[in-house]
């Protein structure tokens, strides 16, 4: 059905080839897992495949790239998406109606489909993909696993041959991680053939039954799933460990503890609700001790990424305390890095990023600057724009500004979404190191890996 | 190849004058200009002189990046069409001023094509902007002079609005040269 | 986005549930109407047909709170010019019938543009505005912005919490106002960058999804009921009537 044909690409303006002579081939309802380090060339490929060449990338292909006969890409972007479809990292960005039930419709009228036919079209992916009840929901309100849904009903409703899936587990916690592995199961036994790119490998695992491995935009590896192999093989190839994480190990953070300074912070009957939402916490006690890494996890709207804001003082409790060191917890004495790196970097360098934390707005001492870069790995880059990095790059030199400064808490929230094996791994030792500097740090974090690389407790917040 | 003969609801439509990244790229710098201008009124209020001038500020640079992006002849017109016709749908604007403003722009833009174009002289893009946008203000304040030219005196109150925000108009364009420069640096903009 | 929620407690069900088009007609002529006719009582006339349109299309507080709102406008503007007669005494000569017209033609615009602000979604708007023959080069890059409005305010709020985490929590007026450049830095350059993203990002899924200049994004309409139709006859009926007004009071004085 798909055939890949010694296909390179060299973008635009660019200088060096981002595909070299790929090739591969793929039958109806077979499904492959397209793995490789951050810039190994994974979207541009599946930007190919989904037909964006020649009319949206305008680099230089050569070789081929056949769907049932028919080059990628001919007769334009949209006649080519009736056969492959790609589903994109961001789902949000992939919805321009409303509601879940206007944009299967307008996905439907794009290619010509309305009326009746159209009506019924949407009535069934609806179904399939269990979204009835969220026909007329506005797409604000879905949870990152419903948008997921969403977005593949709205791609699936001309029934294409190909699905093309860039990161789709990127911000999916574990339990929707394993509804969306149902989905695609149904959607492979309809006959759709599926290419997943993807750093979390374990969950396709009985999914997809092949995978090839880019590096450095040539095939490094192809064969069955399970060939990934040992620990040095994941490491040389930038890869994340294809085994499921083990859960609960960890011994969780002391709960009531006696009222001494000798705690990074403390949460005393802690109860919070957001105006108008269900109580997230009623009457929570922890501790946490300097120098020691905690993994928050738990569902997704389960209330983490609030607790590490009632932690840092940037949300009041409704009753009970939350302090540092017998002080009300304040951003003056704990610090959270958020998940969006572009929203927190915001000078023309990478140094001056770093010395504008140290110096509050005027100029900080360079030398120090210079040894936080360096204890991260990012001193060869001081010199760059931080929007310039790549996504791993600015994971850490947001935790490296938020560490500039002497602070009893650290909180870090999905510090490796969307990380390859080896950032994860530089993230994880660095975490470790920021814990040995004395703040407890405090991990919110789907990612199990993660948690079993660098955490000392675990405290899991259980599902409604 | 014989070329395809454009139909006349695809001419009306614009086929073949933008792409469809650049109509989406022009929508999303209106969006942003207007969530600024809301957030920007929020905090500091819609009459407060600071607010206007920051308002205006914002919006002249993001115009200025966004002729950086996609400099074609047209996209000035369109990103103030846009903007006017939120206006209208959100706050009611006089949607009488909306003719007249597009008029005002699209000789702006006939003029920076006589003088080269953007796309060969991307500095045209400052006094573009500055023009269209004195155009846009004065033409808010003759058809404001329609609405109260039974009690003229009403008018300075739209002529001092005008004039501040006139102002962060200016300090804006310095503000998006240099941002758009930044960009070029940090490769988020190709030339 | 606690503001947009107070926005959204504003706005009510319509009971004469009149299409997009409709409402957008009847702030037209409201707009163009108010603006050529200049007597008072042919203002007044407008403004009371206006009124009901308003009352019947919008919740009572609602309506209150607008009207306190104008009122409250009106009265700083008036204040404004008594002042500056004692500077220009020019401005004290305009006879108080005649002042009056300014604020009767607010009130009429506010009357049409309630209804069709808070009661219309902006994406059936834009899709109207289509069915108006509004070039689809236009109505693509409105639809985006329509769309993307809360996406980008989302962002704003989230920004706003970036840099008072980093600022550790001075975000005070004069803070910043001492700050102008690094307030333009940390929160335009991180704007700026996040556009720029998501505009290429957002290109791919349009192009990914065949969206073109053409194409609409909204619901399909319902068909025209007698509602509109006797809406918009009883729109004409008023416009003419103040027309007429205008032209008798006019020529009698």
Same mark, same amino acid.
């Given at each position: 059905?798909?055939?890949?044909?010694?296909?390179?690409?060299?973008?635009?303006? $660019?200088?060096?080839?981002?595909?070299?002579?790929?090739?591969?081939?793929?039958?109806?309802?077979?499904? %492959?897992?397209?793995?490789?380090?951050?810039?190994?060339?994974?979207?541009?490929?599946?930007?190919?495949?989904?037909?964006?060449?020649?009319?949206?990338?305008?680099?230089?292909?050569?070789?081929?790239?056949?769907?049932?006969?028919?080059?990628?890409?001919?007769?334009?972007?949209?006649?080519?998406?009736?056969?492959?479809?790609?589903?994109?990292?961001?789902?949000?960005?992939? &919805?321009? $109606?409303?509601?879940?039930?206007?944009?299967?419709?307008?996905?439907?009228?794009?290619?010509?489909?309305?009326?009746?036919?159209?009506?019924?079209?949407?009535?069934?992916?609806?179904?399939?993909?269990?979204?009835?009840?969220?026909?007329?929901?506005?797409?604000?309100?879905?949870?990152?696993?419903?948008?997921?849904?969403?977005?593949? $009903?709205?791609?699936?409703? *001309?029934?294409?041959?190909?699905?093309?899936?860039?990161?789709?587990?990127?911000?999916?916690?574990?339990?929707?991680?394993?509804?969306?592995?149902?989905? %695609?199961?149904?959607?492979?036994?309809?006959?759709? $053939?599926?290419?997943?790119?993807?750093?979390?490998?374990?969950?396709?695992?009985?999914?997809?039954?092949?995978?090839?491995?880019?590096?450095?935009?040539?095939?490094?590896?192809?064969?069955? &799933?399970?060939?990934?192999?040992?620990?040095?093989?994941?490491? @040389?190839?930038?890869?994340?460990?294809?085994?499921?994480?083990?859960?609960?190990?960890?011994?969780?953070?002391?709960?009531?503890?006696?009222?001494?300074?000798?705690?990074?912070?403390?949460?005393?009957?802690?109860?919070?609700?957001?105006?108008?939402?269900?109580?997230?916490?009623?009457?929570?006690?922890?501790?946490?001790?300097?120098?020691?890494?905690?993994?928050?996890t738990g569902p997704s709207g389960r209330g983490k990424t609030t607790l590490a804001r009632l932690l840092c003082g940037l949300e009041k409790p409704l009753r009970g305390t939350v302090s540092h060191g017998g002080k009300p917890a304040s951003l003056e004495l704990g610090q959270v890095v958020l998940q969006n790196a572009d929203h927190q970097l915001y000078m023309p360098t990478v140094l001056g990023e770093v010395t504008l934390a140290l110096g509050q707005g005027s100029r900080g001492p360079r030398d120090?600057?210079?040894?936080?870069?360096?204890?991260?790995?990012?001193?060869?880059?001081?010199?760059?724009?931080?929007?310039? *990095?790549?996504?791993?790059?600015?994971? @850490?030199?947001?935790?490296?500004?938020?560490?500039?400064?002497?602070?009893?808490?650290?909180?870090?929230?999905?510090?490796?979404?969307?990380?390859?094996?080896?950032?994860? @791994?530089?993230?994880?030792?660095?975490?470790?190191?920021?814990?040995?500097?004395?703040?407890?740090?405090?991990?919110?974090?789907?990612?199990?890996?993660?948690?079993?690389?660098?955490?000392?407790?675990?405290?899991?917040?259980?599902?409604? | 190849?014989? =070329?395809?003969?454009?139909?006349?609801?695809?001419?009306?439509?614009?086929?073949?004058?933008?792409?469809?990244?650049?109509?989406?790229?022009?929508?999303?710098?209106?969006?942003?200009?207007?969530?600024?201008?809301?957030?920007?009124?929020?905090?500091?209020?819609?009459?407060?002189?600071?607010?206007?001038?920051?308002?205006?500020?914002?919006?002249? =640079?993001?115009?200025?990046?966004?002729?950086?992006?996609?400099?074609?002849?047209?996209?000035?017109?369109?990103?103030?069409?846009?903007?006017?016709?939120?206006?209208?749908?959100?706050?009611?604007?006089?949607?009488?001023?909306?003719?007249? #403003?597009?008029?005002?722009?699209?000789?702006?833009?006939?003029?920076?094509?006589?003088?080269?174009?953007?796309?060969?002289?991307?500095?045209? =893009?400052?006094?573009? #902007?500055?023009?269209?946008?004195?155009?846009?203000?004065?033409?808010?304040?003759?058809?404001?002079?329609?609405?109260?030219?039974?009690?003229?005196?009403?008018?300075?109150?739209v002529i001092v609005v005008s004039a501040f925000s006139y102002l962060g108009i200016l300090l804006g364009l310095a503000g998006g040269v240099k941002m758009a420069k930044e960009l070029r640096h940090a490769g988020l903009i190709q030339d | 986005m606690r503001a947009l929620s107070r926005i959204e407690g504003l706005r009510g069900a319509s009971r004469l549930d009149l299409r997009a088009e409709t409402r957008l007609l009847m702030t037209v002529a409201a707009s163009v109407s108010s603006l050529a006719i200049?007597?008072?009582?042919?203002?007044?006339?407008?403004?009371?047909?206006?009124?009901?349109?308003?009352?019947? !299309?919008?919740?009572?507080?609602?309506?209150?709170?607008?009207?306190? /709102?104008?009122?409250?406008?009106?009265?700083?503007?008036?204040f404004c010019v008594w002042a500056m007669g004692f500077v220009f005494p020019i401005m004290r000569n305009s006879p108080m019938s005649m002042a009056i017209s300014p604020f009767l033609r607010l009130g009429v615009t506010m009357n049409a543009i309630l209804p069709l602000a808070l009661n219309s979604r902006l994406t059936d708007l834009a899709t109207a505005l289509g069915r108006l023959r509004l070039p689809g080069i236009v109505r693509l890059p409105l639809m985006v912005t329509i769309r993307f409005i809360?996406?980008?305010?989302?962002?704003?709020?989230?920004?706003?919490?970036?840099?008072?985490?980093?600022?550790?929590?001075?975000?005070?007026?004069?803070?910043?106002?001492?700050?102008?450049?690094?307030?333009?830095?940390?929160? /335009?350059?991180?704007?700026?960058?996040?556009?720029?993203?998501?505009?290429? !990002?957002?290109?791919?899924?349009? !192009?990914?999804?065949?969206?073109?200049?053409?194409?609409?994004?909204?619901?399909?309409?319902?068909?025209?009921?007698?509602?509109?139709?006797?809406?918009?006859?009883?729109?004409?009926?008023?416009?003419?009537?103040?027309?007429?007004?205008?032209?008798?009071?006019?020529?009698?004085?």
């Amino acid at each position: 059905m798909l055939t890949v044909d010694s296909l390179s690409y060299r973008h635009a303006h $660019a200088d060096s080839e981002a595909l070299k002579g790929v090739s591969f081939s793929l039958g109806p309802g077979e499904s %492959l897992l397209l793995a490789g380090r951050s810039g190994s060339g994974k979207s541009t490929l599946l930007s190919i495949l989904a037909g964006l060449h020649p009319h949206f990338l305008k680099g230089d292909l050569r070789g081929r790239a056949l769907l049932d006969g028919v080059f990628a890409g001919q007769g334009g972007v949209a006649e080519w998406g009736k056969g492959a479809r790609l589903m994109l990292q961001n789902p949000e960005a992939q &919805f321009f $109606a409303g509601t879940v039930g206007e944009e299967i419709s307008l996905t439907l009228r794009c290619r010509g489909v309305t009326g009746p036919g159209a009506e019924a079209i949407t009535s069934e992916r609806l179904g399939a993909l269990g979204l009835t009840a969220l026909r007329d929901h506005s797409v604000f309100k879905l949870s990152e696993g419903q948008k997921q849904k969403a977005v593949l $009903a709205a791609l699936t409703a *001309l029934r294409p041959k190909l699905l093309l899936l860039d990161e789709p587990s990127a911000n999916l916690d574990p339990v929707f991680l394993g509804e969306l592995k149902s989905v %695609l199961q149904k959607l492979r036994h309809e006959g759709l $053939a599926l290419i997943v790119a993807d750093h979390r490998l374990h969950w396709l695992s009985g999914l997809c039954e092949r995978l090839l491995v880019l590096e450095d935009g040539k095939v490094a590896l192809e064969g069955p &799933f399970e060939c990934l192999g040992d620990g040095e093989r994941l490491r @040389r190839l930038g890869l994340r460990s294809p085994e499921p994480p083990l859960p609960g190990r960890l011994p969780p953070p002391p709960g009531f503890v006696a009222p001494t300074d000798g705690w990074a912070a403390r949460v005393e009957n802690l109860h919070f609700a957001y105006p108008g939402g269900r109580e997230l916490f009623g009457g929570l006690d922890l501790a946490l001790a300097g120098g020691e890494v905690t993994a928050l996890t738990g569902p997704s709207g389960r209330g983490k990424t609030t607790l590490a804001r009632l932690l840092c003082g940037l949300e009041k409790p409704l009753r009970g305390t939350v302090s540092h060191g017998g002080k009300p917890a304040s951003l003056e004495l704990g610090q959270v890095v958020l998940q969006n790196a572009d929203h927190q970097l915001y000078m023309p360098t990478v140094l001056g990023e770093v010395t504008l934390a140290l110096g509050q707005g005027s100029r900080g001492p360079r030398d120090v600057a210079m040894g936080i870069l360096e204890a991260f790995g990012l001193a060869a880059l001081s010199g760059r724009h931080p929007q310039s *990095l790549s996504g791993g790059e600015k994971q @850490r030199l947001v935790v490296a500004v938020g560490l500039a400064r002497p602070t009893r808490l650290l909180a870090l929230d999905e510090p490796t979404s969307g990380l390859d094996g080896h950032n994860l @791994r530089l993230m994880g030792s660095q975490i470790r190191e920021a814990a040995k500097k004395g703040p407890a740090v405090l991990v919110v974090t789907h990612d199990l890996e993660l948690v079993n690389l660098c955490a000392d407790r675990q405290l899991e917040l259980p599902g409604h | 190849m014989k =070329a395809k003969t454009l139909s006349w609801r695809e001419a009306w439509n614009g086929r073949g004058l933008f792409e469809t990244r650049e109509l989406v790229t022009i929508g999303l710098f209106s969006a942003a200009a207007k969530a600024a201008s809301l957030t920007l009124a929020l905090v500091g209020g819609g009459m407060n002189p600071l607010t206007l001038v920051l308002k205006s500020a914002v919006q002249s =640079a993001l115009v200025v990046v966004l002729l950086a992006k996609v400099p074609k002849t047209g996209t000035l017109t369109l990103s103030n069409a846009v903007g006017m016709l939120l206006s209208f749908l959100l706050m009611g604007q006089h949607v009488i001023s909306l003719p007249a #403003v597009l008029l005002g722009t699209v000789a702006v833009e006939a003029l920076a094509w006589l003088a080269g174009g953007l796309a060969r002289r991307p500095w045209l =893009a400052i006094p573009m #902007v500055a023009a269209s946008e004195l155009v846009v203000r004065l033409i808010n304040v003759g058809v404001s002079y329609l609405g109260v030219r039974e009690q003229p005196g009403l008018l300075a109150m739209v002529i001092v609005v005008s004039a501040f925000s006139y102002l962060g108009i200016l300090l804006g364009l310095a503000g998006g040269v240099k941002m758009a420069k930044e960009l070029r640096h940090a490769g988020l903009i190709q030339d | 986005m606690r503001a947009l929620s107070r926005i959204e407690g504003l706005r009510g069900a319509s009971r004469l549930d009149l299409r997009a088009e409709t409402r957008l007609l009847m702030t037209v002529a409201a707009s163009v109407s108010s603006l050529a006719i200049s007597e008072p009582q042919a203002l007044a006339l407008l403004l009371s047909f206006s009124a009901l349109y308003a009352v019947i !299309e919008i919740k009572p507080k609602t309506l209150l709170i607008a009207y306190l /709102f104008m009122g409250v406008m009106c009265a700083v503007a008036l204040f404004c010019v008594w002042a500056m007669g004692f500077v220009f005494p020019i401005m004290r000569n305009s006879p108080m019938s005649m002042a009056i017209s300014p604020f009767l033609r607010l009130g009429v615009t506010m009357n049409a543009i309630l209804p069709l602000a808070l009661n219309s979604r902006l994406t059936d708007l834009a899709t109207a505005l289509g069915r108006l023959r509004l070039p689809g080069i236009v109505r693509l890059p409105l639809m985006v912005t329509i769309r993307f409005i809360p996406t980008i305010l989302n962002d704003l709020v989230q920004l706003r919490e970036a840099v008072g985490i980093r600022f550790r929590g001075r975000k005070g007026f004069l803070f910043w106002l001492r700050r102008p450049l690094t307030w333009w830095r940390v929160f /335009f350059q991180p704007l700026i960058v996040r556009l720029i993203r998501s505009a290429d !990002e957002l290109a791919m899924a349009a !192009e990914l999804k065949g969206l073109e200049p053409g194409t609409d994004f909204g619901r399909a309409p319902r068909p025209f009921s007698a509602r509109d139709r006797a809406t918009m006859l009883l729109a004409a009926l008023a416009v003419a009537l103040s027309g007429l007004t205008q032209i008798v009071v006019g020529s009698a004085f």
